[in-house]
């Protein structure tokens, strides 16, 4: 699996390109923006992108999406519990965008490598996890050492730490590459992260 890692936007959102190795299909994760860039990206590495996923719906993971699904004629996947959050959500239903649901134990596919989805809510309504390997876009579900907020539209506290509860009892670890901020490991969270304590006992 290729990764290819943005950060975009005012919020120095992560955003990821991954491709199979073999197909060359491609998924593009949470473009809040740098679409230029993004855009020069997948046709310098002869990357054909096959869809566009969201972790969630706020502005700051969505903003380019509009331009690149455009561009590349592909469609975006959303949780529906997101669908009316952020101004740039608006906009794609007005320009015509095909928005896929997400739905919590969805597999989709590059070529023969898939990808999970885990609805984990708590920072929104709507906010995912995928998971291809071993490897974790945890969105701003889990970060280094935290966790999304959780007093935006959409949040809930109790939800948040049932989905924190579920990705402490993954079996094994993953490479965590979270929304905002530095990569980390699963394990590493289970051991040092503050909102994780209460499961270690």
Partial sequence: MTKIHFRVGA?????????????????LIDPGGGTKTISA?????????????????????????????????????????????????????SEGIDIKPLADGDKLYLGSTPIDVLHTPGHSGGSCVFITGK???????????????????????????????????????YNVYPGHMDFTTLERERETNFYMEEFRT
């Fill in 11 to 27: 919020l120095q959102t992560n955003c990821f390109l991954i491709a199979d190795d073999e197909t060359r299909e491609a998924a």
């Fill in 135 to 173: 490897d974790m876009f945890s969105g701003d579900t889990l970060f280094a050492g935290s966790c999304g907020r959780v007093d935006f539209p959409g949040g809930d506290a109790r939800q948040m730490r049932a989905s924190l509860k579920r990705l402490y009892d993954l079996p094994g670890d």
């Fill in 41 to 93: 990206a997948i046709r310098d590495k002869g990357i054909q992108l096959k869809y566009i996923l969201f972790t969630h719906g706020h502005d700051d993971h969505t903003g380019a999406a509009i331009s690149l699904a455009k561009e590349f004629d592909v469609p975006v996947y959303l949780h529906p519990a997101d669908r009316s959050i952020g101004r740039k959500l608006s906009l794609l239903y």
